[in-house]
């Protein structure tokens, strides 16, 4: 319970008061940060040792029913991976970007029924929903974070999914590391990402908050929406975006678009049942990380943010007793070796 409320609540001295509230019995703030911080290690040092196995070539023995990692609470049939990057303060270091990555279970569902007037771009097509989400975060460099993805992906059960998605911001890093992960994940980029981008050249040619530039951007916005990639880039580099007085975002987007073209074709994406959003790894970045991770003071000292990362998303991950019992299996086997 004190470590539980050491992830969950803002602070560890409010984790405190709600463990008095919880048992009945007290605390100290620094008692529930030992015990947080401790589990937190425990967590990051097994899940550091699962991505490095995970990910370390064929052994002796092995077989391709072999297991690196334990499944729990795998995704069936159709899956989605997306992963992100979140910043967090760094005590003496400044601002630092961690990696986040979501894995959800994907559903199609019939579409929902709207009333008179109402109008939307989806109107009579599936829903697409996603749920049982799980995540694993750290303050890690690019290769180091694709192990921990891998690892995930195993826990998940992704390598034998029916079909897989993988839906993010078109960052390169991203793509690189899902592609050799999961090769066989349909890499989406996500509509909401594309579409700022197009709204941002609006805004910025034709001026911000205009008539032409509300105009423009709907246009462009319906061509991308029924799978007419080519002619969003035929549209912008008629507009000579290569100017120095403009942002590189701008300058930028005709090739941006050109190269993800095969992952903007959002008429096939929306008839297979993919999903077209990566909100649940933002979703992930801001309650998973930011609601904990962001808190007013001098930041967190570098040893600390991986242990309790590794904490926050057992517990967003729904599986926090099954992260405690792992931790207590590993400390048991340790005490009887000893």
């Not at 911080?37 to 391709?64: C, F, H, I, R, Y």
């Not at 007419?228 to 507009?239: M, T």
């Not at 678009?257 to 801001?286: C, H, L, W």
Request: proline share 5%.
């Amino acid at each position: 319970m004190a470590a539980r409320q050491g992830f969950q609540a803002p602070s560890f001295e409010e984790a405190a008061s709600a463990y008095t509230e919880a048992v009945g019995g007290s605390i100290s703030d620094s008692s529930v940060r030992r015990i947080t911080l401790e589990m937190g290690q425990d967590v990051d040092t097994l899940n550091s040792a699962e991505a490095e196995k995970a990910s370390a070539p064929a052994q002796s023995g092995e077989t391709p029913r072999t297991r690196r990692v334990e499944e729990y609470n795998p995704v069936h049939g159709q899956g989605n991976i997306s992963s992100d990057g979140a910043m967090i303060l760094i005590r003496d270091e400044g601002w630092k970007e961690i990696k986040i990555t979501a894995i959800s279970q994907v559903q199609v569902l019939p579409p929902v029924p709207r009333g008179r007037g109402e109008s939307h771009r989806r109107d009579g097509e599936p829903r697409v929903k996603l749920s049982q989400h799980s995540y694993r975060a750290g303050l890690w460099d690019a290769d180091e974070f694709g192990q921990h993805q891998y690892a995930e992906g195993l826990r998940r059960g992704l390598e034998t999914v029916e079909r897989l998605s993988s839906v993010n911001d078109a960052a390169l890093w991203i793509e690189r590391i899902t592609e050799t992960n999961f090769p066989h994940a349909v890499q989406i980029v996500d509509w909401p990402h594309a579409g700022e981008r197009l709204g941002t050249v609006a805004q910025t040619v034709f001026g911000e908050g205009s008539p032409q530039a509300i105009s423009w951007t709907e246009g462009q916005l319906d061509k991308l929406w029924v799978g007419q990639v080519e002619a969003v880039v035929q549209d912008l580099q008629a507009l000579d975006l290569e100017r120095p007085q403009w942002p590189d975002v701008v300058q930028q987007a005709p090739g941006y678009f050109q190269r993800n073209m095969e992952r903007m074709r959002y008429d096939r994406f929306r008839a297979a049942g993919y999903p077209i959003g990566s909100g649940t790894v933002e979703s992930g970045a801001k309650n998973v990380v930011h609601r904990r991770m962001r808190r007013p003071g001098p930041g967190w000292k570098r040893e600390k943010a991986n242990p309790m990362l590794a904490g926050l998303c057992e517990l967003h991950s729904q599986r926090f007793a099954y992260a405690w019992q792992r931790v207590h299996h590993l400390a048991t086997k340790s005490h009887q070796h000893f």
